[in-house]
């Protein structure tokens, strides 16, 4: 049996034979839901939406602390993290100048002459009295000090004279003091004077060994040092290494050297010299002069050559004439200053290397044999060991050192 149709089934049929009415409901219908849908819209969305700014609220100290926020332009540098300055440069301090070496005293440097010469008498000189024992022996000592024979004999007669029978002690006070005068008298009374207007012109005379192209080199050094331009002239054509040497010393003391060919004409070489010193004005040209030991005459010779082409521009040339003696030679020193007064001039002596020497004594036999004025003592290799002759000064050095 059939069942009766169902509200339902009546509705639809009837929509379905009226298909406006049906279209027309279907519109309310779903108007109806729209409108249900958005009552409900705002306060979903009003949730969603607070939910992220709380959970943003409760976090921000966390993250802030993690996370720097970043600036809407970022800086070059970041602000968390700065990067520090470069320092400033300090300028360093100039370094102190290296202080100069301590100037060695003359008594060290005279320590061997003063106890060849000086230290020996205490074994000679006892306690006693001066009698002809002590003669005797005193005679031996002062022979084979390389005063010579005649100043050796003089010192000896002063002692028999101002000492004898005396205490014996009387005798080294009476022997300094007989020295002292032997060298007074051949201390340069007063310092070289230039000649102005310049140049002033040296001739350097000595044999190969002597020290004299050393000698020159460090009387240049002094003489620039003191402000005074100077011109060397490398005069010693025979000895290969002598210009080359002399050019060393040339450089180191700022002094313009004048050269010319091995074994060439030494007079040739001082013309130059003193040509180049005119015309640059120089205050001091000092010429090397060859070393050979020669006969008599031909050192005349040379040497009367190179004072007469030297006079030419300079009549009074050489102002100054200094011979160089090495004081190891002892007793030859003597021999080779007998040779060279006799055919130069020599206006002073220079004696070197007495730092290195038992035989200095010769100074003594020099100056009274010569009675040339001694202008200089080489006591070192440095440029300030070319020293200036004081005879009380020398001779207290003897004395303290012995």
Same mark, same amino acid.
């Given at each position: 049996?059939?069942?009766?149709?169902?509200?339902?089934?009546?509705?639809?049929?009837?929509?379905?034979?009226?298909?406006?009415?049906?279209?027309?409901?279907?519109?309310?219908?779903?108007?109806?839901?729209?409108?249900?849908?958005?009552?409900?819209?705002?306060? #979903?969305?009003? %949730?969603?939406?607070?939910?992220? +700014? &709380?959970? @943003? $609220?409760?976090?921000? *100290?966390?993250?802030?602390? /993690?996370?720097?926020?970043?600036?809407?332009?970022?800086? #070059?540098?970041? %602000?968390?993290?700065?990067?520090? +300055? &470069?320092? @400033? $440069?300090?300028?360093? *301090?100039?370094?102190?100048? /290296?202080?100069?070496?301590?100037?060695?005293?003359?008594?060290?440097?005279?320590?061997?002459?003063?106890?060849?010469?000086?230290?020996?008498?205490?074994?000679?000189?006892?306690?006693?009295?001066?009698?002809?024992?002590?003669?005797?022996?005193?005679?031996?000592?002062?022979?084979?000090?390389?005063?010579?024979?005649?100043?050796?004999?003089?010192?000896?007669?002063?002692?028999?004279?101002?000492?004898?029978?005396?205490?014996?002690?009387?005798?080294?006070?009476?022997?300094?003091?007989?020295?002292?005068?032997?060298?007074?008298?051949?201390?340069?009374?007063?310092?070289?004077?230039?000649?102005?207007?310049?140049?002033?012109?040296?001739?350097?005379?000595?044999?190969?060994?002597?020290?004299?192209?050393?000698?020159?080199?460090?009387?240049?050094?002094?003489?620039?040092?003191?402000?005074?331009?100077?011109?060397?002239?490398?005069?010693?054509?025979?000895?290969?290494?002598?210009?080359?040497?002399?050019?060393?010393?040339?450089?180191?003391?700022?002094?313009?050297?004048?050269?010319?060919?091995?074994?060439?004409?030494?007079?040739?070489?001082?013309?130059?010299?003193?040509?180049?010193?005119?015309?640059?004005?120089?205050?001091?040209?000092?010429?090397?002069?060859?070393?050979?030991?020669?006969?008599?005459?031909?050192?005349?010779?040379?040497?009367?050559?190179?004072?007469?082409?030297?006079?030419?521009?300079?009549?009074?040339?050489?102002?100054?004439?200094?011979?160089?003696?090495?004081?190891?030679?002892?007793?030859?020193?003597?021999?080779?200053?007998?040779?060279?007064?006799?055919?130069?001039?020599?206006?002073?002596?220079?004696?070197?290397?007495?730092?290195?020497?038992?035989?200095?004594?010769?100074?003594?036999?020099?100056?009274?044999?010569?009675?040339?004025?001694?202008?200089?003592?080489?006591?070192?290799?440095?440029?300030?060991?070319?020293?200036?002759?004081?005879?009380?000064?020398?001779?207290?050095?003897?004395?303290?050192?012995?």
């Amino acid at each position: 049996m059939d069942q009766a149709p169902t509200l339902i089934d009546q509705a639809i049929a009837w929509l379905t034979g009226n298909a406006a009415i049906a279209i027309a409901v279907s519109s309310s219908l779903l108007s109806a839901l729209l409108l249900f849908i958005d009552s409900r819209w705002p306060e #979903a969305e009003g %949730e969603d939406a607070q939910a992220p +700014a &709380e959970l @943003a $609220e409760a976090a921000a *100290p966390e993250v802030a602390a /993690e996370v720097p926020s970043e600036p809407a332009v970022a800086p #070059a540098v970041d %602000e968390a993290e700065p990067v520090a +300055a &470069e320092p @400033a $440069e300090v300028e360093q *301090p100039a370094p102190e100048p /290296e202080p100069e070496p301590a100037r060695v005293s003359l008594r060290e440097r005279l320590a061997k002459t003063s106890q060849n010469l000086v230290g020996r008498l205490g074994r000679v000189l006892g306690a006693g009295t001066v009698d002809q024992d002590v003669i005797d022996e005193l005679e031996a000592l002062l022979f084979t000090a390389d005063l010579g024979v005649t100043t050796a004999e003089d010192l000896l007669e002063t002692v028999k004279q101002r000492a004898m029978g005396q205490d014996a002690s009387q005798v080294r006070a009476v022997l300094r003091e007989a020295i002292v005068e032997k060298l007074a008298k051949v201390e340069a009374a007063e310092p070289v004077v230039l000649k102005t207007p310049g140049p002033h012109v040296v001739l350097v005379l000595g044999v190969n060994g002597s020290g004299k192209t050393t000698t020159i080199g460090k009387l240049a050094a002094q003489y620039t040092r003191a402000g005074k331009k100077v011109v060397l002239g490398a005069g010693d054509t025979f000895r290969a290494a002598a210009a080359e040497q002399l050019q060393v010393w040339g450089e180191r003391s700022g002094a313009e050297v004048i050269s010319g060919k091995e074994g060439g004409d030494p007079a040739a070489v001082a013309f130059d010299t003193v040509k180049a010193a005119m015309a640059r004005e120089a205050d001091v040209c000092i010429i090397d002069t060859a070393g050979r030991l020669q006969t008599k005459k031909p050192l005349m010779e040379e040497l009367a050559k190179i004072n007469r082409i030297i006079s030419r521009d300079l009549p009074d040339a050489p102002h100054e004439c200094l011979l160089v003696l090495d004081s190891n030679t002892g007793q030859n020193a003597i021999s080779q200053a007998q040779l060279f007064t006799e055919v130069a001039g020599v206006t002073g002596l220079v004696l070197t290397k007495l730092d290195g020497t038992a035989k200095g004594g010769v100074i003594v036999g020099l100056a009274d044999e010569f009675a040339i004025p001694v202008r200089y003592v080489g006591v070192g290799e440095g440029v300030d060991d070319l020293r200036e002759f004081h005879a009380e000064e020398f001779v207290d050095a003897l004395f303290e050192a012995g």
